[in-house]
């Protein structure tokens, strides 16, 4: 589903996954929201795109996919006890199973992989 690129967006996203994700154990999809949130506020901060996003399961991994127009790739960073930003990827890197990126040009698409 694709989104504008508006703060308001974030919120639609989250709410996206939830509707799609309904038959998932809710704390599944409760790491799937935020993590879908982390990855849309990137894609209107960092990119200045609207984005996309995509859903699937297959054997036993739920996939959430956020696809933008940026081509700037994402860092994983380490930030400090005083940082106020630069905790999307990390958390990212901690919540899930397994998470990449894809060179799209232009753009790119940041997925991540839970276990259902």
Same mark, same amino acid.
């Given at each position: 589903?694709?989104?504008p690129?508006?703060i308001?967006?974030?919120?639609?996203?989250?709410?996206?996954?939830r &509707?799609? /994700?309904?038959?998932?154990p809710?704390?599944?999809?409760?790491t799937?929201e935020l993590?879908t949130?982390e @990855?849309?506020t990137n894609?209107i901060?960092h990119?200045?795109?609207?984005?996309?996003v995509m859903?699937s399961?297959a054997?036993?991994?739920l996939r959430?996919a956020?696809?933008d127009? &940026?081509? /700037?790739m994402?860092?994983?960073l380490?930030?400090g006890a005083?940082?106020?930003?630069?905790?999307g990827? @990390?958390?990212?890197?901690?919540?899930s199973d397994?998470?990449?990126?894809?060179?799209n040009?232009?753009?790119?698409t940041?997925w991540?992989d839970l276990?259902t």
């Amino acid at each position: 589903m694709r989104f504008p690129m508006a703060i308001e967006s974030v919120s639609r996203a989250r709410q996206f996954v939830r &509707s799609a /994700l309904q038959r998932f154990p809710g704390d599944t999809v409760d790491t799937a929201e935020l993590l879908t949130s982390e @990855l849309a506020t990137n894609a209107i901060v960092h990119g200045h795109t609207a984005f996309d996003v995509m859903v699937s399961d297959a054997d036993g991994t739920l996939r959430i996919a956020v696809t933008d127009q &940026s081509g /700037l790739m994402p860092v994983l960073l380490s930030p400090g006890a005083s940082d106020v930003r630069g905790r999307g990827l @990390l958390i990212l890197d901690r919540l899930s199973d397994r998470w990449g990126t894809a060179d799209n040009r232009p753009g790119k698409t940041v997925w991540f992989d839970l276990a259902t």
